[in-house]
């Protein structure tokens, strides 16, 4: 395993909840691991964190302090971190065009659908952002799991797709 952290960026739209809950949460477990350093940004980013997705973190003692919405522009800088994996979480930035990172990272497409999204009562929005948060953090603790220093190239590419199914 390498001595430095893994760079990782998750990847939305908007980045103001999926990736943004995905960056956190990464950061949290990472606390003990020192393995990870995680970052997110948007193709599009709307400028504010979605005050359910910051509201849900807290309750969880997952610290929120620093996390802003920001453009995937500020990761395909030359002084910007190298990364070594990009995650996108949802359909859209998939979809999209992304830029050059620096670092030639491995990527996966985790999928989720987008909980900012949800119309209904408060109650049905923050069952959205629940359910957005576990299965997040389950993909991000299969993928903490991984044997890193075992796996070729290749045979990591395929365990970081298949988690996106998961």
């Known amino acids: 395993m390498s001595q430095k952290p893994y760079n990782v960026l998750f990847l939305c739209t908007g980045n103001s909840a999926r990736s943004i809950i995905a960056e956190a949460a990464m950061n949290n477990l990472a606390i003990s691991m020192s393995k990870f350093k995680a970052y997110s940004a948007g193709s599009h980013p ?3 964190v ?3 997705a910051l509201e849900f973190l807290e309750r ?3 610290a929120t302090e620093g996390l802003r919405s920001k453009s995937w522009d500020e990761f395909a800088q030359p002084d910007s971190p190298l990364l070594d994996f990009v995650f996108t979480v949802c359909d859209n930035a998939a979809g999209e ?4 990172w620096p670092g030639q990272p491995m990527t996966a497409h985790w999928g989720i659908p987008d909980p900012a999204a949800v119309e209904g ?3 049905q929005k923050r069952k959205a952002f ?4 576990m299965t997040l953090r389950r993909r991000i603790e299969l993928f903490a799991s991984l044997p890193f220093d075992k796996l070729n190239r290749m045979a990591l590419q395929e365990r970081i797709t298949d988690i996106g199914t998961q």
């Open 46 to 48: 709307t400028g504010t």
């Open 50 to 52: 979605h005050p359910i």
């Open 60 to 62: 969880g003692h997952i």
């Open 97 to 100: 065009k992304c830029p050059y």
């Open 121 to 123: 009562t408060d109650e």
């Open 130 to 133: 629940g359910e957005t948060f």
